[in-house]
Nanobody, 125 residues
Framework: VQLQASGGGLVQAGGSLRISCEASGITLAYNTIGWFRQAPGKEREGVSCISNTGGSTYYEDSVKGRFTISRDNAKNTVYLQMNNLKAEDTAVYFC???????????????????WGQGTLVTVSS
């Protein structure tokens, strides 16, 4: 199983990026996906998640209204559209899946069995 995260980069505050998580060896249509991030010197935190059906989503409070998670099961890929980026969004973003649930209002429940390698998002102020 491989999760390939991509799309990160350097963007000015207020700008947008869309990061992707493409899976191989696992069918994302049957799995909940979570996006996490880890900023320098900070612990990893959950940012967003989407259930296997897409019927349940979650956003961490600081990204609500700015980030949108979506999935394209035909492409076995999950996306995180990030708008109005802020300096505090600077982090390495990881996707993860397998044996987790996405609980609205709460986030990822369980410990993901598979993690991507991360993609760096840098927001300049």
């Amino acid at each position: 199983v491989q999760l390939q995260a991509s799309g990160g980069g350097l963007v000015q505050a207020g700008g947008s990026l869309r990061i992707s998580c493409e899976a191989s060896g696992i069918t994302l249509a049957y799995n909940t996906i979570g996006w996490f991030r880890q900023a320098p010197g900070k612990e990893r935190e959950g940012v967003s998640c989407i259930s296997n059906t897409g019927g349940s989503t979650y956003y961490e409070d600081s990204v609500k209204g700015r980030f949108t998670i979506s999935r394209d099961n035909a492409k076995n890929t999950v996306y995180l559209q990030m708008n109005n980026l802020k300096a505090e969004d600077t982090a390495v973003y990881f996707c993860a899946t397998h044996r987790i649930l996405c609980v609205p209002g709460s986030g990822v429940r369980g410990t993901p069995g598979y993690w991507g390698q991360g993609t760096l998002v840098t927001v300049s102020s």
